[in-house]
């Protein structure tokens, strides 16, 4: 997301991780969020996030966002040994987009 404002269901997101019966995380990052805002999270594109994870060959991934940040994350995951059959995508496109 770009700010805090543009994120949503964050209550729903605690209540799946709470019933999830695997290991969850949920790491939004703001890319435009007001660098003297209350946000503690993490900031920038989600992309630069990637490289933090830890085991990251163990994970699955579920991207939503634009295609060309799906496809840059696609390729930093498989890079970092994720087989494609955990990494699930949708990619928003808007009507000029649409065929």
């Known amino acids: 997301a770009r700010r805090q404002s543009n994120l949503y269901a964050l209550d729903k997101i605690a209540a799946l991780r709470q019933r ?8 939004p990052a703001l890319s435009d969020e007001e660098p003297d805002s209350d946000w503690a ?8 996030q990637i490289a ?3 085991d990251l060959a ?4 579920y991207l939503c966002g634009p295609p ?3 496809d840059f994350a ?4 498989l890079a970092a040994g994720l ?4 990494i699930s995508a949708d ?8 065929t």
């Not at 999830?20 to 790491?27: D, H, I, L, Q, R």
């Not at 999270?41 to 630069?48: M, P, V």
């Not at 990619?91 to 649409?98: A, C, H, P, T, V």
């Open 20 to 27: 999830w019966m695997a290991p969850f995380e949920f790491v």
């Open 41 to 48: 999270g993490a900031r920038g594109l989600i992309t630069e």
């Open 52 to 54: 933090g994870v830890a």
């Open 58 to 61: 163990a994970h699955e991934a």
């Open 68 to 70: 060309a940040m799906i």
């Open 74 to 77: 696609e390729a930093q995951l």
């Open 83 to 86: 087989s494609r059959s955990v």
């Open 91 to 98: 990619r928003f496109l808007d009507r000029s987009n649409r």
